[in-house]
């Protein structure tokens, strides 16, 4: 518990909030209580607050990477916590220390900025510093956990701010200790831990692909930009057509099971896991189902990338959350596979 932080002035209450323009997916939904969260120190009172009134609560990042229902009863809380400096450095090592309400994106840039390369590989994400963590984004080989030092969160069962270090969020493919607790943490804070000595990472296919022809070893910022590029390609952009990324994680299946599919399939794109395990893209597998660019009402699957659902405007949960059943019905009936949905369903 952090005994230091001291009352500050209470968050700001608006009722009745139209969150449309604050969810990637540009779902119409309606926040009876929405607080906004500037500073960690507004959280103890306020979750005392909710707790005497047994109100249920939320807290919402970017909104990228979930599932918004069209009322939200009770409180939301809209962590805009901002704040990132380099609190440490040593031979080896930068500490830098980032409010939860940080865009991640403008974060990687200016860690690039301050000459502290390490994230380029997961520029162009949506979101927050403090949402990143929950679901352990990561893309083209770098996963965020990979870098983070601890992070300090209001836990609500206790009542008190806690510091998890990097072990004890047991990172995992998107996955970590506060998804497994839902409702549980707040994220108020993130602390980075990045290499003095960097690499470029270049295993993943696409990014190598841009760079294949040239002789020498490219930048950060070359990689950064190369990313900023394939992902525009890729995905839709929010602001355009409203999306939550990757609508289903990669299932993870047995070798055993992967042997006796790519025989079937002999197309079936894979990953190397864990040991005994491996990674299916479950794009590829939605692909061959025929959903891509597939339109059911007011949402479908992006054309350009089948892992994408998206919101042609209009859309509610509802439509999308149909959609994604009669995906994951046809991937079981195809390959026998289940496919877990990535965002947040609130
Ligand atoms: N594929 C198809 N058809 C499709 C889509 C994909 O055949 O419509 C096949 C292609 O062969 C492709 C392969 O599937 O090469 C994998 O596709 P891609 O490289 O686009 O990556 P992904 O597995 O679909 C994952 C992450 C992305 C991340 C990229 C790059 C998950 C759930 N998704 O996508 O993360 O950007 O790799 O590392 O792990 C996100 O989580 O929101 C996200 C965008």
Same mark, same amino acid.
């Given at each position: 518990m952090n005994s230091a932080k001291n009352a500050s002035k209470p968050a700001k209450l608006t009722r009745n909030l139209g969150l449309k323009h604050r969810n990637s @997916? $540009?779902?119409d939904s309606t926040a009876e209580l929405a607080y906004e969260i500037t500073s960690a120190n507004q959280l103890p009172a306020l979750m005392k607050e909710l707790g005497d009134k047994k109100l249920t609560w939320r807290a919402l990042g970017g909104g990228s990477n979930v599932i918004l229902p069209e009322s939200l009863p009770g409180a939301t809380l809209l962590i805009n916590i901002l704040g990132q400096e380099i609190i440490q450095s040593? #031979? =080896?090592?930068s500490w830098l220390s980032v409010g939860a309400g940080v865009n991640w994106h403008e974060f990687v840039a200016w860690t690039l900025d301050q000459n502290l390369p390490g994230l380029e590989n997961l520029a162009l994400i949506p979101g927050t510093v403090g949402a990143a963590p929950i679901q352990n984004i990561g893309a083209y080989g770098v =996963? +965020? %956990?990979e870098y983070i030092d601890s992070i300090e969160a209001f836990d609500s069962s206790a009542h008190a701010f806690v510091t998890l270090s990097q072990e004890a969020c047991q990172f995992a493919y998107r996955d970590s200790y506060f998804k497994q607790n839902p409702n549980r943490f707040i994220v108020t804070k993130v602390v980075f831990k990045i290499s003095k000595a960097w690499q470029a990472r270049l295993q993943y296919a696409d990014l190598a692909k841009q760079f294949a022809e040239s002789s020498s070893s490219p930048s950060a910022k070359q990689i950064f930009d190369a990313v900023c590029t394939i992902r525009s390609n890729k995905l839709p952009d929010p602001k355009v057509i409203g999306n939550a %990324?990757? @609508? @289903? #994680?990669n299932p993870i299946v047995s070798t055993e099971q992967y042997e006796q599919l790519s025989k079937k399939f002999p197309n079936l794109v894979s990953y190397p896991d864990i040991p005994g395990m491996r990674k299916l893209a479950a794009g590829w597998l939605i692909d061959q189902c025929g959903f891509k660019g597939k339109r059911v009402g007011p949402v479908g699957v992006y054309e350009d990338q089948a892992l994408v659902l998206v919101n042609h405007g209009g859309g509610t949960s509802t439509d999308i959350l149909n959609l994604?059943?009669? +995906?994951q019905e046809e991937v079981q009936n195809n390959f026998g +596979? $289940?496919?877990d949905i990535e965002p947040n369903i609130l």
């Open positions: @997916f $540009g779902l040593d #031979q =080896e090592y =996963e +965020i %956990g %990324g990757s @609508f @289903f #994680q994604a059943k009669s +995906i +596979i $289940g496919l």
